[in-house]
């Protein structure tokens, strides 16, 4: 059975291996996201409050149509991690640590709004390969926000628009 969202839900602590997790509704996570596989579909956002921990690990992950927005700390370790007309949004105050190789993608052939917005820290800071940001419609480091590469490895943002208004610096 595919889990559908038709209306805002909070939980404390949320985990997806496989399927898509379907609906136009909001899901709130307050502890604990952990995404090793699926789809994040449909319309809505998912938000990781402040305090919350997210680990994306594993195979490949797709956010199709939905919204991730951290306010808390995320942290990509494996897997590449799919937009179909998806955003990523890292609010002020939050993070987003890559600390392995992969690739976040437009997928969907399609003339999309695919984007990866930060507001918050976005830091490279493990692997020792390459981690693109690839055919994006936008990869935005806002005013205040921090992309940084820290470490070990390469980033690359490829056939995508960067605006820079934050602090980008290796």
Avoid: Y
Wanted: no cysteine; charged share 10%; net charge neutral.
């Amino acid at each position: 059975n595919q889990p559908v969202l038709s209306i805002a839900t909070t939980i404390g602590s949320f985990q997806e291996s496989a399927g898509p997790l379907g609906g136009n509704g909001n899901l709130t996570v307050t502890t604990s996201f952990v995404w090793s596989g699926g789809t994040l579909a449909g319309g809505g956002q998912v938000v990781l409050m402040p305090g919350a921990t997210g680990l994306l690990a594993g195979g490949t992950k797709t956010i199709a149509g939905r919204e991730l927005i951290t306010q808390g700390a995320v942290t990509w370790t494996t897997g590449d991690i799919h937009l179909d007309s998806g955003r990523i949004n890292v609010n002020p105050g939050s993070t987003f640590a890559m600390t392995g190789d992969g690739t976040i993608r437009d997928t969907d052939g399609a003339v999309t709004t695919s984007t990866f917005m930060n507001s918050g820290t976005t830091r490279k800071s493990g692997g020792v390969g390459t981690t693109s940001l690839l055919g994006l419609s936008a990869v935005t480091n806002a005013a205040g926000a921090l992309f940084e590469v820290f470490q070990n490895g390469t980033m690359l943002i490829v056939n995508s628009p960067f605006a820079n208004s934050g602090v980008a610096r290796t």
